[in-house]
């Protein structure tokens, strides 16, 4: 029972033959992101609660990026920002937020941590589903210049103001 669990879990898989047996995976940000989100959906953690932990870890994630961000990550930002407005225009509201969700990811990446890319990944995701659960998706032409703002002031290293338009963001 205890290595089914491990195995529904993702942390062991099970190979049947002469070479069979339990071997540990790989590590994968997929598995923090299910074992999060199977805690939300059987109530142990509230979407506020995770919400809350997003805007935390957002202020972290901006402040980093201020300081270890360099000229080409903010470039790959601003041009992700002019595909979230093109994806918008042409209506493909698919693609719009695929670019949405990469943009939060392009911020941590600039921070040269890797877990708290897949930190940023996991908790975004979870929040979407929640989300998208209550209302579809929909497109909010005044966060553009939110978003321009933001990069605009990590790139100055203008910390305090790109903390607030990451929070300004959130809410």
């Not at 491990?6 to 898989?13: D, P």
């Not at 142990?44 to 980093?64: N, Y």
């Not at 093109?86 to 941590?113: S, Y």
Request: proline letters at 3%; charged letters at 25%; one cysteine or more.
């Amino acid at each position: 029972e205890a290595l089914r669990t491990l195995e529904i879990s993702g942390i062991v898989e099970t190979r049947k033959g002469v070479k069979g047996g339990a071997y540990v995976c790989e590590g994968s940000p997929e598995m923090l992101t299910r074992s999060l989100h199977d805690l939300a959906m059987l109530g142990h953690i509230s979407a506020s609660s995770l919400a809350e932990v997003r805007v935390i870890i957002s202020g972290a994630v901006v402040r980093l990026a201020c300081e270890r961000g360099k000229p080409e990550d903010f470039d790959e930002i601003e041009a992700n920002i002019e595909d979230i407005q093109r994806w918008a225009d042409a209506g493909d509201l698919t693609r719009r937020a695929e670019a949405a969700v990469e943009f939060f990811r392009l911020i941590a990446k600039a921070t040269r941590n890797d877990v708290l890319v897949v930190l940023m990944d996991s908790l975004g995701s979870i929040l979407r589903h929640f989300a998208i659960e209550r209302q579809p998706a929909k497109f909010r032409p005044e966060l553009i210049p939110v978003r321009l703002n933001m990069v605009k002031n990590m790139r100055a290293g203008a910390t305090a103001k790109a903390v607030a338009g990451m929070n300004h963001y959130l809410e």
